[in-house]
């Protein structure tokens, strides 16, 4: 079964970059659309930005107040995603969760089409 872990979260200064990486075990990530998601203390979850299987191109979906700052990728041969975070500001801090669809190969950035997800990994953003 698909497991999910994430990594790379922590404390980073306002104007700072984070690389969060997706990391799976058990299947093949490519085969996966895979979504990243962030829920702040008191907040909903939200969707931040997904990316389809390989088989359906790889396209990539941006929540579009993140367009420019926020980049996803793939990292195959690590069988791996990650959510490239920069000039990050004290709104970004949140727990980071990433996700994967089962059955579907092109992303979503809402929440309830996902079926895996990962434990979640902090990530602070302060001076």
């Known amino acids: 079964q698909l497991r999910l872990v994430e990594s790379g979260g922590g404390l980073v200064q306002p104007g700072g970059s984070l690389r969060l990486s997706c990391v799976a075990s058990g299947a093949t990530l490519a085969r996966y659309a895979i979504g990243w998601f962030r829920q702040a203390p008191g907040k909903e979850r939200e969707g931040l930005s997904c990316?389809?299987?390989?088989?359906?191109?790889?396209?990539?979906e941006y929540k579009d107040s993140l367009k420019g700052r926020f980049a996803i990728s793939r990292d195959n041969a690590k069988n791996t995603v990650i959510l490239q975070m920069n000039n990050l500001k004290p709104e970004d801090a949140a727990v980071y969760y990433c996700?994967?669809?089962?059955?579907?190969?092109?992303?979503?950035?809402?929440?309830?089409?996902?079926?895996?997800w990962g434990q979640g990994i902090q990530v602070t953003v302060s001076s």
């Open positions: 996700a994967a669809r089962n059955g579907v190969t092109w992303g979503s950035i809402e929440q309830y089409d996902y079926l895996y």
């Open positions: 990316i389809s299987s390989r088989a359906s191109g790889g396209r990539t």
